[in-house]
């Protein structure tokens, strides 16, 4: 290839990277919309949402997303999920940090959205743990580190493995997301994305229990990447 040729090549290849970072970027920054919004008008209203409604928000905006993003950078709007898809292979290396700052940059962008919207309340919708149920802060974790472990193995079985019929797997990938919250959220949070989190606490000017909600959901990540290569390569 001459140099001109290598040239247009490289100009070629960042502009396709920004692309995906930009999705990247506005993929996340519709989620922390969505899902942190909701705990807001949630708590505005008097619990008018309650854990079902916030669930179906935050799982129905993440299969939107999908959907819409998928093709262009793979639509992973979490930076848990990102260094694992890196470490499986699925995504290129050299996209990795620019991927974190686009998720982490769009969900504080939401974030201080939300705080100009709707007020601090709620702790703008920050992913926290529950202190009325006087759970200890290990079992947040444990229970964040499960929640995330489940999804990453449901999004590389059903996203990344070549047999899955991909089609589906927006729908599946958002309706675990709405068990999730629906489920977790009033206990734990229910994060399973430091990129969700980030905004809101950083907004809300109080990031206390935010290291929960980085640490648990990469570990889980990573657990469920490393279960998904050892249960569907299997030598037959």
Known sequence: MSTTGKFSHNIKNNKNYIIKYFCEFLGTFTLVIF?????????LTAGSLGPVGCGLISGII???IIYTFVNISGAHINPALSITATLLGYLD???????????MTGSALAGFCLLWFLGNHANIGANVPNNQLNISTST?????????????????????????HKHTAGLIIGGVVAIEVMLMGPVSGAAMNPARAF??????????NYWIYVLA???GMLTGGGIFRLTHFIKK
């Open 35 to 43: 899902a942190a919004g909701a705990v807001i008008v949630d708590s």
């Open 62 to 64: 993440v299969a939107a």
């Open 93 to 103: 290396k050299r996209l990795l940090i620019g991927y974190i700052i686009a998720q």
């Open 140 to 164: 947040v974790f444990i229970i964040e580190f499960f929640l995330a472990l489940i999804l990453m193995l449901i999004i590389a079985a059903t996203g990344f493995d070549k047999r899955a």
């Open 199 to 208: 905004g809101p606490y950083l907004a809300s000017g109080n990031i206390d």
């Open 217 to 219: 959901p990469v570990a």
